[in-house]
T-cell receptor, first 112, second 111 residues
Framework: GENVEQHPSTLSVQEGDSAVIKCTYS??????FPWYKQELGKGPQLIID?????GEKKDQRIAVTLNKTAKHFSLHITETQPEDSAVYFC???????????FGDGTTLTVKP | AAGVIQSPRHLIKEKRETATLKCYPI?????VYWYQQGPGQDPQFLIS???????DKGSIPDRFSAQQFSDYHSELNMSSLELGDSALYFC??????????FGPGTRLTVL
């Protein structure tokens, strides 16, 4: 089955700095890669996703890159704000309607 | 916009009891997924349904069963509860071929 590894497990940055979270996956059949933000006591919230026919996608301060050959994808958050503090999960699935395999999560702390 | 609804939000049970968790997907969504999230862990896929039929199965114990009803809501039935079943249980829904939207979760505590 699919195995997703995520690094780092914790990340602390100063407000205004950039944050980068990296994930690798094992199943070459995976073709959909969502990123979720989870705040304490809440469900994961989809913040951005990318499909395997795209190398990069950007939405305001958030961008995701995908290297399908190397089987890794990354989340980039620029101009971080304290409200970006949360746990971020990457995930991979074979189709965007299939089950998702999650990474272990990254706890991001943005210091004012 | 309407979101995924889960009930109850909190549930406390004794060992060996049974529990039923309910999920109401976003209107017009035809696929429901169940995930289990232990403390400090990532969500683990349990089972999914598409158009009321089981579509995929993950690490769901034999003590658990689930179904999707004609109105597309889904229920996760858990029997012979164990201490290790204490976790957050999330339901997510999607319209076939689109993103999964997660509900707020049910926190199950087994004493």
């Amino acid at each position: 089955g699919e195995n997703v590894e995520q690094h780092p497990s914790t990340l602390s940055v100063q407000e205004g700095d950039s944050a980068v979270i990296k994930c690798t996956y094992s199943d070459s059949a995976s073709n959909y890669f969502p990123w979720y933000k989870q705040e304490l006591g809440k469900g994961p919230q989809l913040i951005i996703d990318i499909r395997s026919n795209v190398g990069e996608k950007k939405d305001q301060r958030i961008a995701v890159t995908l290297n399908k050959t190397a089987k890794h994808f990354s989340l980039h958050i620029t101009e971080t704000q304290p409200e970006d503090s949360a746990v971020y999960f990457c995930a991979a699935s074979e189709t965007n309607a299939g089950k998702s395999t999650f990474g272990d999560g990254t706890t991001l702390t943005v210091k004012p | 916009a309407a979101g995924v609804i889960q009930s109850p939000r909190h549930l406390i049970k004794e060992k060996r009891e049974t529990a039923t968790l309910k999920c109401y997907p976003i209107p017009r969504h035809d696929t429901v997924y169940w995930y289990q999230q232990g403390p400090g862990q990532d969500p683990q896929f349990l089972i999914s349904f598409y158009e009321k039929m089981q579509s995929d199965k993950g690490s769901i114990p034999d003590r658990f069963s689930a179904q999707q009803f004609s109105d597309y809501h889904s229920e996760l039935n858990m029997s012979s509860l164990e201490l290790g079943d204490s976790a957050l249980y999330f339901c997510a829904s999607s319209r076939s071929g689109t993103e999964q939207f997660f509900g707020p979760g049910t926190r199950l505590t087994v004493l």
